[in-house]
């Protein structure tokens, strides 16, 4: 039986961020295992596969997420990609802060709960995450900061600005980790929009900024390798068994952490044993909708990137006892206006609500024990209400705008492409899963990283706040 | 005995016409219809013949329709082409004018019309199929190509 200092579950973000922390604080590691479920398939190796090149035989094998779950729901879809470097792979690179008033919602608005931990405890941790991925940002943020973002702003559209100059800090150039100037290995974003694989290797990934971490000699990485159950003893963990070319192997540590995404790290606990009543409930993601403004004789150009600009005018407020919070987001695609002459005079915006994990979403044991079964439902009314008035707080928001039409898609996309919130942190065990340092509330030696503990979602891309919350774990083992 | 006669004859032959027509536009190909309208909305641009037809033989080469449409956007444009009316149209109508500018953007990004600023002055040549792994960095609308 191998013996390890620390055990990590996954390479995306929560885990590499959790153990870049945790090599600098402890320098007395000697051995730390690392069980990777896929491969590393390069980007290089990528770009070749997407422009019809052949590519290497070893990266034939790459194994995307579909077959890796069952749900039997086609309505809802979850995206990510299983293999080194997670879903950094296929992100965006949007990197909004949270709200403080995100940690509150039940203090503040008497929906979801509280978080365990405060934005005041984060922000130093928020600074660290903003660091290390080369963020670039405004200085005015509706959100507090204590430093300025690494890189320039985004450059803002003809349209950005005249939003900017009527609301201020509530529309700002989107804070994002697709460089604005070159930085590392990284090329500045020329906003070919296309960022679930970006041409010019611009946005952050776990390959192309962080993945020397994994070549440090303490560390030990098995691919093709996946987790199935943690092994418990008494109110501890004595360390992980997992599956690599049809054998089970079980490996033993004083930590184990768990930074699979929302799906396995609950079918990960589920496997093991955990009784907690919310392991794996509360199965959520935001739900977003497509809207264009058409105008008068106002052209939509010189915006950067793919995502110009986020808007915060509907975001926070008393409308959220009821309704969702919705995030605004300004698409800087190649999108026109089917008319001669009005090519450009056209604005696309994404219209993102927040939901409140719901018990009965859920992710389940099934037949095979590898692959977990998803039963999610539904989103909550919450986020119903708040669709039902979008059309009229979009004509209020842009009615300065010479706006001539407002087309709504109507419906939600499948996916926001975040999971979240199936072992949900908690001040106590009958609440949730784990704690303010993301520690098991049972299990004192396990960590569970990620999305996976939000206790509620916001309108926002989790992963800042997902890679902060590693970093701040991991500081807080050493304290 | 013989109107009763007529009326079904009638009923058979406006639902054979109603099938046929339905059929022909479900199996109706994707790149005649992407023709036909891309024909349509740009005809006021005064583009030269040759420049839609390489636009044409690139997009079947490469098979680009299939990575740039979904099946069913693939429907909705065919059914709301076909039977929209100023009377009456099919449901998911904004998604059809998103689809119809995508698929009219796609032909004038690969010219040279969104580079030279939307000019009715310059002359529209070809430049390639546009495609953001062929070509990147190429957003026409970006700050890269409007510097503020």
């Known amino acids: ?479 | 005995m013989r109107r009763r006669k007529f009326f079904k004859l009638s009923f058979l032959s406006l639902g054979a016409v109603a099938a046929g027509g339905g059929a022909y536009v479900f199996f109706e190909k994707f790149e005649e219809l992407a023709k036909k309208i891309i024909l349509a909305d740009t005809a006021g641009l005064g583009i030269d013949r040759d420049v839609y037809d390489q636009f044409f033989i690139d997009i079947k080469k490469k098979r680009k329709w299939d990575s740039i449409f979904f099946s069913h956007h693939k429907q909705i444009l065919k059914w709301h082409y076909y039977i929209n009316n100023p009377l009456f149209t099919l449901p998911y109508k904004t998604s059809y004018e998103v689809n119809r500018s995508k698929l009219v953007g796609t032909f004038l990004l690969s010219t040279n019309f969104f580079y030279e600023k939307m000019n009715p002055q310059v002359k529209i040549k070809y430049i390639g199929l546009h495609d953001p792994y062929e070509r990147s960095c190429a957003n026409p609308f970006s700050n890269i190509y409007y510097q503020s």
């Open chain 1, 1 to 479: 039986m191998e013996k390890f200092d620390l055990i990590v579950v996954g390479t995306g973000f929560a885990s590499t961020f959790f153990l870049k922390k945790y090599l600098e604080k402890n320098t007395a590691a000697k051995r730390i295992l690392v069980l990777e479920r896929g491969i590393l398939y390069p980007h290089a190796e990528r770009l070749k596969a997407v422009r019809g090149e052949e590519i290497a035989e070893a990266f034939k094998g790459y194994s995307s997420a579909d077959k890796t779950f069952k749900s039997d729901n086609t309505d809802k879809t979850w995206v990510f990609d299983p293999n080194f470097g997670g879903s950094s792979n296929c992100w965006t690179g949007c990197t909004p802060r949270f709200l403080p008033n995100d940690f509150r919602m039940r203090s503040l608005y008497n929906v979801g709960m509280d978080w365990p931990v405060s934005y005041e405890e984060l922000e130093a941790y928020y600074t660290e995450a903003e660091d290390i991925m080369q963020i670039g940002g405004p200085d005015v943020t509706p959100f507090p900061r204590s430093k300025k973002y690494p890189l320039p702003p985004q450059h803002l559209s003809t349209v950005d600005k005249l939003i900017q100059e009527r609301y201020k800090e509530l529309y700002i150039s989107q804070p994002t980790a697709r460089a604005t100037i070159a930085t590392g290995k990284r090329n500045a974003c020329c906003s070919s929009a296309v960022c679930q694989l970006c041409p010019v290797d611009s946005k952050f990934t776990i390959e192309n900024s962080l993945s020397d971490i994994y070549g440090d000699g303490r560390i030990q990485i098995q691919y093709n390798a996946v987790a199935m159950a943690v092994v418990t003893e008494n109110d501890k963990v004595k360390g992980v068994v997992y599956r690599k070319d049809g054998k089970e192997t079980e490996a033993h540590a004083d930590i184990v952490a768990l930074g699979a995404n929302a799906i396995f790290n609950a079918h990960i606990l589920l496997s093991s044993g955990d009784d907690s009543y919310y392991t794996g409930r509360g199965l959520s993601d935001q739900k977003g909708t497509f809207g264009y403004l058409y105008y008068k004789n106002l052209d939509d150009v010189g915006g950067s990137s793919i995502i110009s600009a986020n808007g915060y005018m509907l975001y926070d407020g008393e409308h959220r006892k009821d309704r969702a919070g919705c995030f605004i987001e300004h698409f800087n695609d190649t999108t026109i206006r089917n008319e001669v002459g009005k090519w450009r005079h056209i604005s696309k915006f994404k219209f993102i609500f927040e939901d409140i994990p719901g018990d009965e979403n859920r992710v389940m044991l099934g037949e095979d024990p590898l692959v977990p079964v998803l039963d999610y439902k539904t989103h909550s009314s919450y986020v119903d209400k708040a669709m039902a008035g979008l059309r009229e707080n979009i004509e209020k928001t842009f009615s300065f705008l010479p706006v001539e039409k407002l087309e709504l898609d109507g419906y939600f996309q499948k996916s926001e492409f975040h999971i979240c919130s199936t072992t949900r942190m908690s001040s106590d065990a009958e609440q949730g899963v784990v704690d303010k340092h993301l520690l098991h509330h049972k299990y004192r030696n396990l960590f569970v990283l990620g999305s996976s503990v939000f206790p509620t979602i916001t309108p926002v891309n989790p992963t800042l706040t997902l890679s902060a919350l590693s970093l701040m774990a991991a500081d807080k083992i050493f304290s």
